[in-house]
């Protein structure tokens, strides 16, 4: 069994002959190590749009600055320059200025569907796919498909009064976040990965950032759309949805929905054990692995039994095991001992 099929069976509920993992859910380059999927030989690899060609000065920088130099993941930066994104500078949000219908429909977003943007998408997933390898690929957006998107553009707060006070103004907005989303979901369905990858942080630690009702009148029937067009175009493409924080109480329409994965189930937010109870393997869990402490102040072996306490409570179906949280700042030793873990697990059930 290839690592494709390996993660095929896995993310479909089914037990497959090692539980399959990989060390995120994008394109990673950490200081002194690289890519760690690559490094380590984990199971997925992941596609990326093209940055505009406008970018061209600004990738030069990023490019140029000194390699112990951390300013966080390269490609995100690169997706605020393009959305006029710069919180770290003081400025006002994007549209946060907007305050009439008529202002917003004059406002213009980034375009990410030109042709330029996804040019060699297919010949990318072709050459993971002829090493054996699953693919997965994200739709461009600035943090999350949709509630990310819009809150960063207005600003938390006008976005939050928005929800309440102008439904008008903000379907205007999230129906052109969709329409751009639906795009570039049969962009990637057509390109042929294996998994789509999508992502809005709606949660905390402790619950929801806005209610499920809510969640439900703005946003559920917008990501049903994205999805029932993707699989319109891949029938068998799988869908993973991510969000930071405890989302279980959506967990149930995001099954309904067409979600086959949900990360990252952290154990510091999330019952692993209870959310198995109630859905089985026919809902894969992607993550799981620890807390952020863990990663960057553990130990190997503390990470070695973590991976052998997730297996233990979720099972090995349903299962790609992943970082619960960022390691941008992990040691090298850490990493391998997640890697040697997951597959330590499977000789030692074999032996």
């Not at 930066?77 to 949000?93: D, I």
């Not at 929800?163 to 903000?170: G, V």
């Not at 109630?278 to 973590?306: H, K, M, N, Y």
Request: charged share 20%; glycine share 8%.
């Amino acid at each position: 069994m290839n690592s494709r099929q390996r993660v095929r069976l896995a993310l479909t509920g089914g037990i497959p002959d090692q539980v399959p993992f990989a060390f995120g859910f994008f394109s990673q380059s950490l200081p002194g190590i690289g890519d760690p999927d690559a490094r380590w030989n984990s199971d997925i690899r992941f596609v990326e749009f093209n940055p505009p060609k406008e970018q061209s000065g600004f990738l030069r920088y990023l490019t140029n600055l000194p390699e112990d130099l951390h300013v966080g993941n390269r490609s995100q930066l690169q997706t605020y320059h393009e959305w006029g994104y710069h919180p770290e500078q003081g400025r006002k949000r994007p549209l946060s200025h907007i305050a009439t219908l008529r202002e917003l429909k004059a406002a213009v977003l980034p375009d990410t569907t030109h042709p330029r943007r996804h040019a060699g998408l297919r010949r990318q997933v072709r050459g993971w796919h002829d090493q054996g390898l699953a693919v997965a690929g994200a739709p461009p957006h600035l943090g999350g498909q949709l509630f990310e998107t819009a809150w960063r553009l207005r600003g938390f707060a006008n976005f939050m009064e928005d929800l309440l006070e102008r439904p008008t103004l903000i379907n205007y907005l999230l129906d052109q976040l969709t329409a751009m989303l639906l795009h570039n979901v049969t962009i990637l369905a057509r390109a042929g990965v294996d998994i789509l990858l999508l992502d809005d942080d709606v949660a905390m630690p402790t619950g929801l950032l806005i209610s499920p009702a809510t969640w439900r009148t703005f946003f559920k029937p917008r990501l049903k759309a994205a999805i029932e067009q993707a699989r319109q175009n891949a029938p068998d493409l799988l869908v993973f949805y991510h969000s930071d924080g405890d989302f279980s109480r959506l967990i149930p329409d995001l099954a309904e929905i067409g979600v086959n994965a949900i990360n990252p189930v952290a154990p510091d937010c999330m019952d692993a054990g209870a959310i198995r109870r109630e859905f089985g393997s026919r809902l894969a869990f992607w993550g799981t692995v620890g807390s952020a402490l863990a990663w960057d102040r553990g130990t190997p072996e503390q990470i070695g039994t973590e991976v052998q306490r997730r297996i233990a409570e979720s099972g090995p179906g349903g299962l790609l095991l992943a970082p619960a949280y960022d390691i941008d700042f992990t040691p090298a030793e850490n990493l391998e001992a997640f890697a040697h873990a997951a597959r330590n697990f499977e000789s030692a059930r074999q032996t």
